[in-house]
């Protein structure tokens, strides 16, 4: 039986769940890993409890997210170049698995450069506001502003040249 | 926030039995899975700083070489090792000359700011 610190926990990781693996989800593409880096970063922010204020604790837990979501990506891309083991399908093959978006879209997503991604994701997944994003990240609200018109911009670009494609 | 170029992102539910999940690494610290590589990495990174800490703490000096003495010396490692911090005078060079430093008073402790002047 959790005690209640336990308790607060649990439904804090009930309510932020989904909008956590969402975010994680279009970083890391694969169901599995994404709830993963999301148990983690819940249970590393769990065992540094002490020192993050109750204010402070979401933008935490989405950092730590991000950054455990971007490390593994890289790791993985990593480990495939070696050889040495095997990374989801989903990373390098977008669309094997878990397709949801339209491909060119989620394509174009995952080609953008990783500090345009999160200021997108943070605002279009999580719903995060400018100044909830500036925390989040530690960077200013004008630079949250710029890099999601930015994001934007490059979306469009990739989606327009996708299309020239196709027609 | 410009609302009309949001993406609509769709929404994709995560796999059932996350909070069961996460209510079972809280209440079994020591299940808590932790990637391969990482475990790997951190128990290599503890031995290896045991290893060198053992070294150079039972090493007897006339046993170490000249170029680890020396190492071992530098005021660099004092705060590292728990020596006593000595104070060293700052140098620099810019085009294999050695130019004028001066220190720049600041609050933050541990922390040294140097103005350089070249002649």
């Not at chain 1, 956590?20 to 922010?45: G, H, P, T």
Request: charged content about 25%; overall charge neutral.
């Amino acid at each position: 039986m959790p005690g209640p610190e336990e308790a607060q926990w649990i439904a804090l990781y009930a309510s932020l769940e989904r909008k956590l693996f969402n975010v994680v989800y279009r970083i890391l593409w694969d169901k599995a890993e994404s709830q993963d880096v999301v148990q983690d970063a819940f249970l590393r922010c769990w065992r540094s409890r002490s020192r993050i204020t109750s204010e402070g604790l979401e933008p935490v837990l989405f950092r730590t997210a991000l950054n455990l979501a971007s490390n593994r990506r890289r790791s993985y891309r990593l480990w495939r170049f070696v050889g040495l083991a095997d990374a989801p399908e989903a990373m390098t093959q977008r669309g094997a698995c878990d397709a949801i978006l339209p491909r060119s879209v989620d394509t174009a997503v995952a080609a953008l450069p990783d500090h345009l991604r999160r200021v997108l994701l943070l605002t279009e997944i999580a719903g995060m506001s400018y100044a909830e994003v500036a925390t989040t990240l530690g960077i200013k609200e004008g630079t949250v502003g710029s890099r999601r018109t930015r994001a934007i911009e490059l979306l469009r670009e990739a989606l327009a040249t996708k299309g020239e494609q196709n027609s | 926030m410009n609302h009309e170029d949001r993406i609509p992102f769709p929404d994709i539910e995560p796999p059932a039995g996350g909070t069961e999940r996460f209510r079972m690494q809280l209440e079994n610290p020591g299940d808590v899975p932790r990637g391969t590589i990482g475990r790997w990495a951190a128990a290599g990174g503890i031995v290896a700083v045991l290893a060198i800490a053992v070294i150079v703490v039972l090493a007897p000096r006339d046993m170490v070489e000249p170029e680890v003495a020396v190492v071992f010396d530098a005021p660099e490692l004092d705060r590292l090792l728990g020596r006593p911090i000595k104070q060293v005078e700052t140098t620099a060079m810019i085009d294999d000359e050695p130019v004028a430093l001066s220190a720049i008073p600041v609050k933050t402790p541990g922390i040294r700011i140097y103005e350089v002047r070249k002649n």
